[in-house]
């Protein structure tokens, strides 16, 4: 079985940081393009960072400058490193993998991913 599982989310003051990791199993991890989505209550799930194959990486606007994503194919880990984080940023954060580019990924609201893992709760409040 193909299983990626997001964690590291936790609860965290307005201003401070936080390192998510996507720890995959059952695929060759190196082949692929990791995405890191967050959905908020009554919002559209939203990219949130991608890292393809080679290690390049595409962020929206929104996070740009503050959150980091890279890889460690050894480990078949992804990680996403935030930081200045605001409210905005709380939502229910998932890693998932495809063999599509990143700029697919980061190109549609409603791309779909292939395999997708269970996400991890990232709360930004005083």
């Known amino acids: 079985d193909v299983q990626l599982q997001a964690s590291g989310g936790g609860l965290v003051q307005p201003g401070g940081s936080l390192r998510l990791s996507c720890a995959a199993s059952?695929?060759?991890?190196?082949?692929?393009?990791i995405g890191w989505f967050r959905q908020a209550p009554g919002k559209e799930r939203e990219v949130v960072s991608c890292?393809?194959?080679?290690?390049?990486?595409l962020y929206p606007d929104s996070v740009k400058g503050r959150f980091t994503t890279s890889r460690d194919n050894a480990k078949d880990t992804v990680y996403l490193q935030m930081s200045s984080l605001i409210p905005e940023d709380t939502a229910v954060y998932y890693c998932?993998?495809?063999?599509?580019?990143?700029?697919?990924?980061?190109?549609?609201?409603?791309?779909?991913?292939?395999?997708w893992g269970k996400g991890t709760q990232v709360t930004v409040s005083s």
């Open positions: 059952g695929l060759l991890f190196g082949d692929y393009t």
């Open positions: 998932a993998a495809d063999l599509i580019p990143c700029t697919v990924v980061t190109g549609s609201k409603s791309v779909g991913m292939h395999y």
């Open positions: 890292i393809s194959s080679s290690g390049n990486t």
